[in-house]
């Protein structure tokens, strides 16, 4: 059981001194996720065949005493809208419920190349549209520190299989929340990478502006090794870009961090805000400089977000009609063309993807795109000119990852607006295309509050220094 709880870097050289193999690891885990996973729902699908098999590998490759990766054995999770070839991948929706992928995403690529051990796909909100894993089309994820409550979405199913100990880190996808939320609900480092530091190519589309891979571990040296394998240009993703390896000149003797006041308003757990502010006069107490400041157009960021990725999710979903992408069981002569894709997609998807279409179709549409879509991304210029402006001043920006905790099963399912607000503090970093990085910094009743850490861009090596200088605060608390 102690190896459930070991990271990377240890679970690493226990292998390299051949106290364990790497086919022993991956049974471990497997047996965890046979034992545990039916009370928290975290996998969709579980490759127990596929992942013994490549555990065999590394373990032929120390015996023959070749060199092998940090994550070579290391057993992984992946959230079901990244492709890996010959395995399923619904994206948590009914209309890809069949669908097999033709070929890896590129993070697999690396990742498989590392020697990473594929233990299954994680559960997901559909189409990752959601922020707390209850839109599956095919079952809700429980938080494992609470299983009344969700584990944040929309990478529910990855945060908790890292918490469960399912597995040893996990990969998902974040658009406007969708790592950080589900980290800080569950207690797991979730890192949102800078918009382009790692390739999209194999993931399934949601918004494609703001989507970004990223990994979530169990702390955030883990969250640094697995960044530094999956980051990189990629010739297959325009938008990707060949990150700087130079070391960070991270000091924190000249660090000044930025305390956003429009994130200690109206909205927030008064136990979150109370939990933070005392974190923050304790690392005040350490002597590192931090000072108030304002990002004004924070308020407006959840409406500008959810229309731009809804109007964006409109346009990429639109594939899945039956007859080009999606699951169709019309037969060819019963209907017309437009019956088969109202038909194929009225089954198909589920009501918040469906919602979300319809209002980005609308948003679109002749008359309304001025109205709409146009000044939605005008206002994305003043959010990210905000952050601009901030870094003048300061190195860094302390947050809450989200303005409550975990929430019950069922409680926000019917009140749209009031689950949307789960992503108030991190849609930000998506539209200005930030990275951000949510720690666990304590807990309140037993359910953790996350610390968010936003950086400029392609700094994540800054974000994982202070990442891991907080760490040691909290883990002497």
């Known amino acids: 059981m102690e190896l459930l709880n070991l990271t990377i870097k240890q679970l690493h050289k226990k292998l390299l001194d051949k106290e364990i193999s790497a086919v022993e690891l991956t049974k471990v885990f497997l047996s965890q996720i046979d034992k545990i996973d039916k009370n928290i729902n975290a996998f969709l699908n579980v490759s127990k065949d596929s992942a013994i098999l490549q555990a065999k590998e590394i373990d032929e490759k120390i015996s023959q005493k070749q060199e092998i990766s940090i994550l070579a054995g290391i057993p992984m999770a992946l959230k079901d809208n990244i492709l ?156 990707s870009v060949e990150l700087n390896s130079k070391k960070s000149n991270f000091n924190l003797k000249n660090i000044k961090i930025g305390l956003p006041k429009e994130y200690f308003q109206e909205g927030i757990n008064p136990g979150v805000e109370k939990m933070i502010k005392d974190f923050i006069r304790k690392i005040q107490g350490k002597g590192l400089n931090i000072e108030e400041i304002s990002l004004p157009h924070t308020k407006y960021a959840i409406p500008c977000y959810f229309l731009i990725s809804a109007c964006e999710a409109s346009a990429n979903l639109s594939r899945y009609d039956g007859i080009k992408y999606g699951k169709s069981n019309i037969k060819e002569k019963e209907l017309d063309i437009l019956d088969t894709y109202l038909k194929t997609r009225g089954q198909g998807f589920g009501k918040e993807v469906k919602r979300r279409i319809m209002l980005g179709t609308y948003a679109l549409s002749s008359g309304y795109y001025d109205a709409y879509y146009l000044r939605a991304q005008k206002v994305r210029t003043l959010i990210k000119q905000d952050f601009e402006n901030a870094f003048k001043k300061v190195d860094m920006i302390l947050t809450p990852t989200s303005p409550f905790t975990a929430f019950k099963i069922g409680e926000k399912v019917e009140d749209a607006l009031s689950m949307y607000l789960a992503d108030a503090f991190t849609v930000s970093a998506n539209l200005a295309g930030l990275p951000a990085l949510s720690m666990p910094c304590g807990e309140i009743e037993n359910l953790p509050v996350g610390l968010q850490i936003i950086s400029n861009n392609f700094t994540e090596n800054d974000i994982f220094e202070m990442g891991s200088f907080l760490e040691k605060i909290i883990a002497n608390n």
């Open 84 to 239: 890996v070839k010959g395995e399923k991948c619904t994206a948590g929706s009914k209309i890809l419920e069949d669908y097999i992928a033709p070929y890896d995403a590129t993070c697999v690529k690396k990742l498989k190349k590392a020697g990473a051990v594929f233990l299954g796909k994680t559960n997901l909100d559909e189409f990752a549209m959601g922020s707390s894993t209850e839109n599956s089309a095919f079952k809700i994820t429980h938080n494992p520190q609470d299983l009344s409550c969700v584990p944040g979405g929309s990478s529910g199913g990855s945060a908790a299989s890292v918490k469960a100990n399912e597995c040893v880190f996990a990969l998902g996808s974040d658009t406007g929340g969708s790592i950080r939320q589900p980290a800080s609900l569950c207690g797991v480092v979730g890192l949102k990478p800078t918009y382009g530091a790692v390739s999209r190519y194999g993931l399934i589309a949601f918004a494609s502006s703001l989507d970004q891979i990223g990994p979530l571990t169990k702390n955030v040296e883990d969250a640094k090794i697995v960044f530094d394998f999956i980051k990189g240009q990629d010739k297959k993703d325009s938008t």
